[in-house]
């Protein structure tokens, strides 16, 4: 594997002598660095978009969305899809994240898992991965083998692949329908991609859920209505979506979260309407999940 033409193993002249400078200046020097990443961002905005499509469409039609990595990468994406049940209310299949090395890998290194392509397969096809589901391959350098045999098995399904990396000469860009180039430029560290690459993936990652999360009606207004209140937190959180949605006071919040069955966006919608559990669900099902949707039919006379 030639590196010498990549992106992220280029030595990065802002930080040359870095080992030099005392701490105020090495936390400076990384911080101008860090302020170019949301601009690599904004430059893949249309292809971000395109991605998070197809996401949708999945979602719509029963399907998943799958992330693949190894080492850093595959760690935000393991993150990103652990994060989307308590968020959002979706079951743990509805997004994945895979990583080279599986669970050991999350906590400590195993640098070497990413050089197979059978792993890779093997471990998409464990999650059961079909044709209408969506695989996201996530690598800074884009050329991880277990990436890549993921994707090519992905695309032999006929599955919509989506990629991001920060080397413009990516090995997975050949295999993806969706190429989202963040050229964060080298590292501060030279080929440490945990920096400014792992920062891009993370916002990346973070847009593509957040948007599909926001285009199947999981939020109101910018209010985080399927969120499950699994803990003390979420539970008093939840009443005060319920309050500011709503525009209520605290004991009628109280009561209709406890009597929609402790989920926001039901008891916010019995709230605004005036009317009980049972009407709110039927309303958010023929509103395909969208509140406001919902909200406005039944005024109009068209959910009555």
Do not use: W
């Amino acid at each position: 594997m030639d590196l010498s033409g990549m992106t992220t193993e280029r030595e990065n002249p802002a930080s040359l002598d870095i080992d030099a400078k005392g701490t105020r200046e090495i936390l400076a020097i990384i911080n101008e660095e860090d302020k170019k990443v949301p601009f690599a961002v904004e430059a893949a905005l249309d292809d971000i978009a395109a991605l998070v499509d197809d996401v949708v469409a999945s979602f719509k039609a029963g399907g998943k969305l799958v992330y693949i990595g190894a080492g850093t990468s595959g760690r935000l994406g393991v993150l990103d899809a652990s994060e989307c049940p308590p968020t959002y209310g979706t079951p743990p299949s509805m997004v994945q994240g895979l990583i080279a090395g599986g669970r050991d890998a999350l906590v400590r290194s195993i640098e070497s898992a990413e050089d197979s392509e059978e792993m890779g397969v093997k471990d998409l096809e464990s999650v059961g991965f079909e044709g209408r589901d969506v695989l996201v391959g996530i690598t800074a350098s884009g050329q991880a083998p277990y990436v890549l045999g993921a994707m090519r098995r992905a695309r032999e399904l006929g599955a919509a692949v989506g990629a991001i990396s920060c080397n413009v000469n990516s090995g997975t860009f050949a295999l993806a329908d969706h190429r989202i180039l963040v050229d964060v430029g080298p590292e501060v560290v030279t080929g440490s991609t945990r920096m400014k690459s792992g920062t891009a993936q993370k916002l990346v990652l973070n847009m593509i859920t957040t948007a599909a999360m926001i285009r199947l009606g999981k939020v109101y207004r910018n209010l985080m209505i399927d969120l499950r209140p699994v803990n003390r937190k979420l539970v008093e959180r939840s009443k005060n979506l319920i309050m500011k949605a709503a525009e209520c006071d605290r004991e009628t919040a109280e009561r209709a979260f406890a009597d929609s069955g402790r989920r926001p966006k039901i008891a916010i919608l019995m709230v605004l309407l005036g009317i009980g559990a049972e009407e709110a669900e039927r309303l958010v099902a023929i509103n395909d999940g969208h509140l406001s949707k919902a909200v406005d039919a039944y005024r109009s006379g068209d959910g009555a």
